[in-house]
């Protein structure tokens, strides 16, 4: 009997059994090789391109539609240390990127540098609403905590390495950070902000005035309960926090970094007594609290004159250097050689200065205060390549963003205009660092 079309057409879609056992005999080296060769999941679909800033999107939970950023560098390290580098008010992720000096830094330590960006209107973080300042409640910090999630889970990150810090607004979330998260972050750098909880509101607002004005002044116990009541039910081990405010900040004013101090302390359990005070650099006061080493539990940085516009380059390294992600080194501003060379431009009752500053030593200048006393009756009312505080008297200019690094050789020109009331002289002494300089 001729087998049918049916029968025939049966056959054709079931091999025999030999045929079957023979191709998968041989799939399965075939398969087992390809799987050894091809990369990980999270490589293959996640992992972003190295030296250069890129955005990353779906990243996880995002209540408040932050952007992230993240700069990979091209020798990051296997289990990389993550850098949380949180903007100011009117910034973003790429200006935070570009106008601080975190990816070099991690060019040269291996760590990843994630770069928060708010799409609000204010381009302010959210730290002031009842959401913001709870664990998990639904707001900025949230994505940002998916933020490190997905670069320790992209990375195989040390997640017992994940640090923040912050400038202005940025300063103030990372106060909320460490709050919201004490489990996640193992220290934080706050640059002119307030305690957590400061300036928390309820009626929608991202203001507090009472806040920004220092007038808000709690008891250590008190500051120290708003941390604890972010997180009620944890109880482990607390990060550890840097603080930096200049006495001439009239945005959020001078009395919150006492007020930050007396919280952080507080929550670490150690003395408000420093264990250390020194002066790392001119006009700057650097106070330990509960240990005198380079990682204490608090350290305090109060900028005699400064603003609210404090950060300079060379700041990073110091945060680095708390952390611990730079080897143990403690990186001072060098105390090499230095040239001075001014001219000036007098009238009636005004004057111009030029100054030109040369780095004579052998090692590069990495964030720079110039200190000089203007003669009586001088007072600046004007000033370029660097911030001048105060305007009269013993003043220290303090470096722009764009030139706080002076190379062996090179210099640098900076200058302001002043009244005078019949003496236009320039000052005849200046110090680099605290370091004297050759006038000439």
Not at 89 to 118: K, R
Not at 186 to 213: K, L, Q, R
Not at 235 to 263: C, S, V
Not at 336 to 349: E, M, Q, R
Request: some cysteine; hydrophobic content about 40%.
């Amino acid at each position: 009997m001729r087998p049918t079309a049916a029968d025939t057409l049966k056959s054709s879609r079931k091999p025999p059994r030999s045929v079957l056992v023979a191709l998968f005999g041989a799939l399965v080296p075939l398969l087992a090789a390809l799987t050894l060769l091809a990369p990980p999941a999270a490589a293959r679909t996640e992992a972003v391109p190295t030296a250069t800033l890129t955005e990353v999107t779906g990243f996880g939970a995002n209540p408040s539609n932050l952007q992230m950023y993240v700069y990979v560098p091209a020798a990051v390290t296997a289990h990389p240390a993550v850098v949380v580098a949180v903007h100011y008010c009117g910034g973003s992720g790429p200006a935070m990127y570009s106008g601080t000096e975190y990816a070099s830094l991690a060019d040269q330590l291996g760590f990843i540098v994630v770069y928060p960006s708010v799409t609000r209107a204010s381009k302010c973080f959210d730290v002031s609403s009842p959401q913001a300042l709870h664990r998990d409640g639904g707001s900025d910090p949230v994505g940002i905590k998916s933020m490190v999630d997905w670069v320790a889970t992209t990375y195989s990150a040390d997640t017992s390495r994940v640090f923040a810090l912050g400038i202005s607004s940025g300063a103030m979330m990372t106060n909320v950070l460490l709050g919201d998260y004490p489990d996640v972050f193992a220290a934080g750098a706050a640059f002119a902000g307030v305690p957590f909880g400061c300036f928390a509101t309820t009626d929608g607002s991202e203001w507090n005035t009472a806040c920004a004005n220092g007038t808000v002044i709690q008891t250590p116990q008190q500051w120290g309960d708003l941390v604890r009541g972010a997180d009620p039910g944890y109880t482990g081990r607390r990060p550890r926090m840097q603080l930096w405010h200049g006495t001439a900040d009239d945005t959020l004013r001078y009395p919150n970094f006492g007020e930050e101090i007396k919280q952080w302390t507080n929550v670490l359990g150690v003395s408000q007594t420093p264990a250390a005070t020194d002066t790392p650099a001119t006009g700057w006061t650097r106070t330990r609290y509960g240990a005198t080493g380079d990682q204490p539990p608090v350290e305090a940085i109060s900028l005699q004159g400064v603003t609210h516009n404090l950060y300079t380059y060379g700041m990073g390294a110091r945060v680095l250097t708390f952390f611990g992600l730079d080897s143990g080194s403690a990186p001072q501003p060098p105390a090499g050689a230095c040239k001075v060379t001014v001219t000036t431009n007098a009238w009636n009752t005004g004057l111009t200065a030029s100054v030109t500053l040369t780095n004579t030593g052998t090692g590069t200048v990495n964030g720079w205060q110039l200190g000089f006393t203007l003669p009586t009756g001088q007072t600046i009312t004007n000033g370029w390549g660097a911030t001048y505080a105060p305007a009269s008297g013993t003043v220290t200019a303090t470096n722009a963003s764009y030139d706080g690094t002076i190379a062996p050789n090179a210099s640098v020109t900076i200058g302001y205009q002043a009244n005078h009331a019949g003496n236009s002289a320039a000052p005849t002494a200046y110090t680099l660092n605290g370091t004297v300089c050759t006038v000439g």
